[in-house]
C-alpha cells in the first residue's frame, strides 16, 4: 500500500488545531508570525521529510507561512 501524501480538509483543521498556542492564536511554525488561514498563504509541511519516510499525519505535520517553506 502506498503512503499518501497530502491531508484531507478534516486532517489540515486539526493541524491547526495541534498548532494554535493556548491563547487560541495560530502562529508559523518557523517565524512565529500570527497565521489567518483564509488570507494567509501558507503550506501545510512534514517534520520528518516524506522523503525521508516521514508519515503523513497530523503528528507530524505543521503550518508554515509559504515564503518560509
Known amino acids: 500500500m502506498a503512503k499518501k501524501r497530502q491531508l484531507t480538509k478534516e486532517e489540515k483543521e486539526k493541524v491547526v488545531e495541534q498548532q494554535k498556542g493556548v491563547d ?22 512534514h517534520l520528518i521529510a516524506f522523503a525521508d519516510d516521514g508519515p503523513t499525519d497530523i503528528i507530524n505535520m505543521r503550518v508554515f507561512r509559504k515564503k518560509f517553506n
Do not use: A, K, M, N
Not at 487560541?24 to 509541511?45: A, F, K, N, W
Open 24 to 45: 487560541g492564536i495560530l502562529r508559523c511554525y518557523i517565524s512565529g508570525d500570527i497565521l489567518e488561514i483564509d488570507t494567509d498563504e501558507v503550506e501545510y509541511d
